[in-house]
Structure formats: structure tokens, C-alpha cells
């Protein structure tokens, strides 16, 4: 038989490759997940000078746009922090108010002592001390004045606590009343910065709507987006295939036909095939939503883009594998960043009007080996 150290070393033997594996395994995910996104980001670069910086009214829209949303972040956070402290001052004012209910209490206690101090008189225990004829008696009541006079010393500090606890939280109460200003301050501020972004994006919408009027230069510029989708579609597909997304085969994108949910709840306004403004076709479908409605993940993979895109506005890309893809488009937030995993119904968007959209709403699309597809047979609805 073995001895115990022997069978501890052979146990550790036969653990350690495989926990040099799995550390092994893990460092080359990891190692794989900062190729993917080094890469995509490089491809993001470059998107960013060929379709906006080269476009005017391109690199304005965006700008506008991301300054909107860096806004309404700050507002969002702003009015988490302001509950937050608001919270803490209703804690902070009801605990002081409890101090000082207590310390009403303490002190009438302490005042009623006082009363029957008087009553009895300073004189009292030196009678009791001269007076021999019960001296059993005499114990019990300097026993008694022992024990109200503690029972006084006890009550004055307690009201000395009590004082002190309603000084400090009065302070408290201060500062969380100057950090409710401050924050309002900023909460101004923040909106007068939302308000000059929500006026650069009309200008800009209105230069559009301008160049809309002709009929040459609005499809030069559907083309030129279009166009930009395609060569972003391609760089990423370089990508996408040097490092693969692995998706159990059970759960692979083409086994869900007819299966999937919609990204959004909405009304359909746009489908696939359909000759949108411009004469250019879409190549995919279109859903009118409510601003910051969820949108979600169709089935699991993981992002390959998430940025604005000239038509597309904030765009989130999610590859599922076998050269899958699907697009989220026009958000007003993307809540996923480039090479994170996404399981089928993960928020990874909220639907928004980016892009220059006059309405919110939500831009879907199915691509397989590069090619839109109808993306309306996916769906276990005929409807969102």
C-alpha cells in the first residue's frame, strides 16, 4: 500500500498537466480576444477616415450624435448620484430626528430626578447616616440614592451622546445639501450641453434633407454608405475567419430558422427588398420602436463592431459563426464592446434615431458568407 505523501505526490502529478492545460487554454483565449479586438479596431480606424472624416456632414452628424449620448449618460449618471444622496439625506434626517425624540425623552426623564433630588432634600442622607435605629433600613435607601445617582450620571450622558450624534448629523445633512446643489449645478449644465448637441444634429438634419431634395446627390449618398457597409463587412470577415467564433453546434445559426425572436417590439415600417428613398433597396428590415427599448442579441455569438456608421448610426455587429452575421442599427446606446460573447436575448442595444433618423428605430439585417438575406423567415412572428 501506498503511503499518504506517495499517493499526494502521484495525485498532484497527474493534476498538474491538466491544470497547466486549462491555465494554458486560458491564456490563449485571452491572448486570442486582444488579436480580435486590436484588429477590429484597426478596421474601425480606418472606417472612421475613409466614410466620415472625408464627409462633412458625416463627421458632424456623428459628432453631434456622440455628444448627445455622452450627455444623456451624464444626465443618467447624475440622477443615479442625485438619488443616491437624496436617499442617504431622508436617512440622515430621519436618524437626527430620532435622536431627538430620544433626547426630549432623556431629558425629561432626568428632569423628573431632578424634581425628586429636590424633593428629599441634600439633608436626607446624613439624617439617615445619624440615625442607628434601623440600620438595615438605612443600607437600603443609601442604596437607593447610589442607584439614582448613576441612574442620573447615565441619563446626562446619554443626552451628552444624543447632542453630539444630532451636531454630527446636522453636518452630514450640510454636506449632503451642498452635494445636492452641486449636482443640480451640473445637471443644468449637462442639459444646456444636450440642448447645443440636439441643435448641432437639427442643422446638420436639415443640410441633409437639403442634399435629399436631389435625387443624384441623395443616392450618391445612399451608394457611398452602402458602399462603406460592404468594404467594413469585408475588412471584418478577414478578421472574423484568422480567429473564429466557437458556438455549440446544437445552438448554430442555421439550425434556427424559424426559430428566433425579433431584436425589438415595434412596428414594421421597412422590409427587406423594398426600394427605399433614392431607389437604393434595403437589405434588411426596418422597426419602429420606443426611444430606449431593449434590443436584443437574436441568438449567441460574439461583437465584432460596435461604433457609428455613416446610415447606420450606432451600429453593433455580432457574429454567430459558419459566416453569420447580424446588424443592429440606429441605436441610441450599445451596451456590448467588440469581442464580448452575447447568449440569444442579451440586451446589447437600446433603439434610438442615430444615423440622422427623424423617429426611433431599429435597422436589422442577416448576412450569410457576405450577402443579406431575408431576415423575416428567421422569425418565429410574421410581426415584431
Known sequence: MFPTWRVAV?????????????????????????????????????????????????????????????????????????????????????????????????????????????????EEPLKLLLNQKDPARAGRMFAYYSYFGRARADQIGRIAEHVKRVEELEGQLEAQDRELAALEDKRRSELARLNSAREKR??????????????????????????????????????IDRYPVDIDPKEAFA??????????????????????????????????????????????GRVVYADWLPGLGLLAIVDHGEGYLSLYGHNDRLYKGVGERVVSGDSIASAGDSGGRERPEVYFEIRKGGRPVDPRPWFKTPQP
Open 10 to 122: 502521484l495525485a498532484l502529478a497527474f493534476m498538474a498537466p491538466a491544470a497547466f492545460a486549462a491555465k494554458s487554454e486560458a491564456g490563449k483565449t485571452e491572448a486570442q480576444l486582444k488579436a480580435v479586438q486590436a484588429e477590429i479596431e484597426r478596421v474601425r480606424r480606418q472606417v472612421s477616415r475613409d466614410q466620415v472624416e472625408r464627409d462633412r456632414l458625416s463627421r458632424e452628424l456623428r459628432d453631434a450624435e456622440l455628444s448627445a449620448g455622452n450627455v444623456r449618460d451624464s444626465l443618467d449618471d447624475l440622477k443615479r448620484k442625485r438619488a443616491e444622496h437624496a436617499q442617504r439625506r431622508v436617512q440622515l434626517a430621519n436618524e437626527k430626528l430620532q435622536h431627538q425624540s430620544a433626547l426630549v425623552q432623556e431629558r425629561a426623564a432626568l428632569a423628573g430626578q431632578l424634581r425628586t433630588a429636590y424633593l428629599i432634600g441634600s
Open 202 to 239: 437639427s442643422t446638420v438634419l436639415a443640410s441633409l434633407q437639403n442634399e435629399a431634395q436631389s435625387r443624384v446627390k441623395n443616392l450618391e449618398r445612399l451608394k457611398r454608405q452602402k458602399s462603406g457597409l460592404e468594404k467594413l463587412l469585408r475588412d471584418l470577415k478577414r478578421t
Open 255 to 300: 439550425r434556427l430558422r424559424g426559430k428566433l425572436s425579433w431584436p425589438v417590439g415595434g412596428r414594421l415600417v421597412a422590409r427587406f427588398g423594398e426600394t427605399r428613398a433614392g431607389g437604393v433597396k434595403w437589405d434588411g428590415v426596418m422597426v419602429a420602436a420606443e426611444r430606449g427599448a431593449e434590443v436584443h442579441a437574436v441568438s449567441d
